[in-house]
């Protein structure tokens, strides 16, 4: 009977959980499964907005059933005032939601060496990192009311190594890409909001 009683204790703390109703929560797009939605990106003063627009489209349909759409492609591309972009999702593009991501204080640092001499062994790293802020508001195009709004930081880092052992040389080297560590950065940022 001794042994029994563990088992037995566990069982009913799993009981227990299951009743309480433990639920994961719910993230903020996938409240809107089904619906059309607009993604508007702002980068100043970079001029990776396009490309990185079409990215953060691609990552959320694939996770979400949204369709997502970028009416900037589909103005003409001189400026316009918000309530006209708004006007033309809702009326000409039929879209129930608009979301605009804003991306601020990037930050690209250059790359910086860092050596480490050790008997028999040497490791020479060269170290790129980015950080920024990601602001995001989703608006109800019916209703012209911001549904919700918040903010994430991000960073990313990129790292080439040379090591030289007794077992020869390793070189992992590449070329730095300000546009991968920002990328990498604005999605790092969009997982710490509550939209993903």
Known sequence: MPKRMPWLLSLLILALLLATGCEVEERILQRF???????ILETDPYSYERSLETRLINYIKKRFDLQVI????????GPYPSR???????????????????????????PQPNLEIRPHKVNV??????????????????????????????????????????????????????YELIEDAMFNALRNTDLL
Request: charged residues 25%; negative net charge.
């Open 125 to 178: 790293e060269v170290s790129s990192s980015c950080s920024l802020t990601l602001i995001y508001t989703l608006r109800d195009l019916s209703t012209d009311q911001i549904l919700y709004f918040g903010q994430g930081n991000g960073s990313s880092k990129a790292t080439n190594r040379v090591k030289a052992d007794e077992g020869g040389v390793v070189f992992d080297v590449k070329e730095f890409d300000p």
């Open 84 to 110: 006209m972009l708004e006007d033309f999702c809702r009326d000409e593009l039929g879209l129930n939601f608009l979301l605009a991501i804003k991306l601020t204080d990037i930050i690209v640092n250059a």
């Open 33 to 39: 499964t089904g619906e059309r939605l607009g993604l």
């Open 70 to 77: 970028n009416p900037k492609l589909l103005m003409d591309n």
